[in-house]
């Protein structure tokens, strides 16, 4: 079954710094373009960055220059780091493919960008 286990998170200030990791399992890694996402209570979850399964990255326009998505086929994880912390960045992150294939969501991490 398709796993995703997201790491990483915690309490920051504004201005600060973290870097999430998240491990797939389940499913041929290399093959997906994957995402992070992020969710917010009472609000629709946000795709906020994807790596094709060559390396390529899209951001969504809120987050570009800030966050850097990567990936590590051989340890079928992908990260994002993520500089210059926004308080609008607080939600909880998940990874998942892009798009997404199937509802086996993890727990996510929840970061917290104080101001």
């Known amino acids: 079954q398709v796993q995703f286990v997201e790491s990483g998170g915690g309490l920051v200030q504004a201005g600060g710094s973290l870097r999430l990791s998240c491990v797939a399992s389940g499913i041929t890694f290399a093959i997906h373009a994957v995402g992070w996402y992020r969710q917010v209570p009472g609000k629709q979850r946000e795709l906020v960055a994807t790596?094709?399964?060559?390396?390529?990255?899209i951001y969504t326009s809120s987050v570009k220059g800030r966050f850097t998505i990567s990936r590590d086929n051989a340890k079928n994880t992908v990260y994002l780091q993520m500089n210059s912390l926004k308080p609008e960045d607080t939600a909880v992150y998940y990874c998942?493919?892009?798009?997404?294939?199937?509802?086996?969501w993890g727990q996510g991490t929840q970061d917290t960008v104080s101001s």
């Open positions: 998942n493919t892009a798009p997404v294939a199937s509802d086996s």
């Open positions: 790596i094709g399964n060559g390396g390529y990255p």
